[in-house]
T-cell receptor, first 113, second 115 residues
C-alpha cells in the first residue's frame, strides 16, 4: 500500500509551545487517524476523524481534515516533555478494505523541558 | 474495551530458525486481523490480512512462504517467520478489524531480532 507523507519529519520545540504536524494522503478515505508511538513501543490511538468531518478536538489535540486537498494536520497545544514521541497519521479507505490502515511516514517530535 | 494481546513482546532467534508470533483477541471475536511490519526509524507497512478460516491475503512484495499466517479460530491469528534472517529483524504488530462495538485495536507489538 502506498504511504502518505508527513511533514515535518522531525520537530523540536520547547515545553509549552504548540506542535503542528501535517499529513497528506493519496486515495479517498473513510477516516483518518493519528497515532503516537514512543520509542520501540506499541501504538497509542490519539484521535479519529471521519471523511465528512473537518475538525475534531480531544483535550490538547486538534485535528483538521481537508479532503479536497487530501491533507490533515495535528496540533498539540501546550506541549509537554511527555509528548516526545513519533506521530503517525493513518488512513482507512473503508469498503472491503475497512480496518486496513495506510500509515504516513511519521513525525518525530522532541519536546525539551 | 476491546483488547488484542500479542505475544511475545520481544524475541531473539538464530538465523535459519522459525519464530511464531501470536495475536489474540481477548474479549471479542476478530474474523479479520492485519499484520504490519516496522523497520527501525520507519513507518508501519501492512504485510497481510488474516482471515479466519481462509487463506491470508498478502501485500505486494511480501513472501507468503516466508511469513506464514494462520487464523484458525475467531480469537487467534499467528504469524510465523520461517528461516529467519537478520534482515527480518523488525517490529511486528497486529490489529483487529474494527467492529460495531469496538474501534481500532492494536497488539503491543513484537520486536524480533535475528542474530
Amino acid at each position: 500500500s502506498q504511504q502518505g507523507e508527513e511533514d515535518p519529519q522531525a520537530l523540536s520545540i520547547q515545553e509549552g509551545e504548540n506542535a503542528t504536524m501535517n499529513c497528506s494522503y493519496k486515495t479517498s478515505i473513510n477516516n483518518l487517524q493519528w497515532y503516537r508511538q514512543n520509542s520501540g513501543r506499541g501504538l497509542v490511538h490519539l484521535i479519529l476523524i471521519r471523511s465528512n468531518e473537518r475538525e475534531k478536538h480531544s483535550g490538547r489535540l486538534r485535528v483538521t481534515l481537508d479532503t479536497s486537498k487530501k491533507s490533515s494536520s495535528l496540533l498539540i497545544t501546550a506541549s509537554r516533555a511527555a509528548d516526545t514521541a513519533s506521530y503517525f497519521c493513518a488512513t482507512d479507505a473503508g469498503g472491503t478494505s475497512y480496518g486496513k490502515l495506510t500509515f504516513g511516514q511519521g513525525t518525530i517530535l522532541t519536546v525539551h523541558p | 474495551g476491546a483488547v488484542v494481546s500479542q505475544h511475545p513482546s520481544w524475541v531473539i532467534c538464530k538465523s535459519g530458525t522459525s519464530v511464531k508470533i501470536e495475536c489474540r483477541s481477548l474479549d471479542f471475536q476478530a474474523t479479520t486481523m492485519f499484520w504490519y511490519r516496522q523497520f527501525p526509524k520507519q513507518s508501519l507497512m501492512l504485510m497481510a490480512t488474516s482471515n479466519e478460516g481462509s487463506k491470508a491475503t498478502y501485500e505486494q512484495g511480501v513472501e507468503k512462504d516466508k511469513f506464514l499466517i494462520n487464523h484458525a479460530s475467531l480469537t487467534l491469528s499467528t504469524l510465523t517467520v520461517t528461516s529467519a534472517h537478520p534482515e527480518d529483524s523488525s517490529f511486528y504488530i497486529c490489529s483487529a478489524r474494527p467492529g460495531q462495538v469496538y474501534g481500532y485495536t492494536f497488539g503491543s507489538g513484537t520486536r524480533l531480532t535475528v542474530v
